[in-house]
């Protein structure tokens, strides 16, 4: 029975790794920091893997995503500073990629939760009622989030455009 838990889980992160890292990228805004992300993610879905039901293991570890970034302890180690002599030259990029990158940068001025429901509900294309289950929240908390979230984005890109 242990070994064909153990190739259900397999197949589960062979299957949908690439797809959970992604969301923790973009929640992140950091490669390691996502690949750190769902790496704990996976090994506490994995703890309760029995228990799991298969068509529900996405949605559980997802769930352990957003609420992991978005708990206080993980955010509380995550603020490092990195001292710098000279700030790095931007590279020159293609217009889709310079639009990618600055919205990169929008998103990682909000906060946790705000970016959370930004992602599952513009990235991943979710509900509100859905992103408010996933997140534990009610679906006037994410309607909230979302209005303050795209406010703030179209501030930042206002004054992107302004500095122009």
Known sequence: MKDSLEAEFTAFVAERGQSLLRIAHALTGDARAAEDLVQGALAKAYAKWPRIHADDAEAYVRRILYNDRISGWRRASRRREVSMAEMPEMPQHQP?????????????????????????????????????QVLGCSPGTVASQASRALAKLREHARSMEESR
């Open 96 to 132: 889709d990629v310079a639009e990618r990158l600055a919205l990169r940068q929008a998103l990682l001025t909000l906060p946790d939760r705000q970016r959370a429901v930004v992602v599952l509900r513009y990235l991943e294309d979710r509900s509100v009622e859905e992103t408010a």
